[in-house]
């Protein structure tokens, strides 16, 4: 069983930067794609980045591209999620997920594990 802990939320202005991170306590983290998702209030959650086992292969949402940056550092079984250019759109609940079969993919129902949460407000 993976546990997955996301940190680096909080307050950011508008056109600020936030990096959250995801620590993995696994033995296995190398062998997983990581992704993030987030939900905003009262919408449903929606794919924001995915990220290969071996971090050669990212994907990203439309909404996020050129924004955000996922990379990983298996080393220390963490998983990133740069987010530069801050929109109020941003603001969210951010989850870390982790799939097993090793594979970046878009849709939540090929992650395996979950974390808990961070929150991410933008100020406008």
């Known amino acids: 069983q993976e546990q997955l802990v996301e940190s680096g939320g909080g307050l950011v202005q508008a056109g600020g930067s936030l990096r959250l991170s995801c620590a993995a306590s696994g033995r296995t983290f190398s062998r997983y794609a990581m992704g993030w998702f987030r939900r905003a209030p009262g919408k449903e959650r929606e794919f924001v980045s995915a990220i290969s086992y071996s971090g050669s292969i990212t994907y990203y949402a439309d909404s996020v591209k050129g924004r955000f940056t996922s990379s990983r550092d298996n080393a220390k079984n963490t998983v990133y999620l740069q987010m530069n250019s801050q929109k109020p759109e941003d603001a969210a609940v951010y989850y870390c997920?982790?799939?097993?079969?090793?594979?970046?993919?878009?849709?939540?129902?090929?992650?395996?594990?979950w974390g808990q949460g961070t929150q991410v407000t933008v100020s406008s």
């Open positions: 997920a982790a799939a097993e079969w090793g594979i970046a993919t878009t849709s939540e129902y090929e992650y395996d594990y």
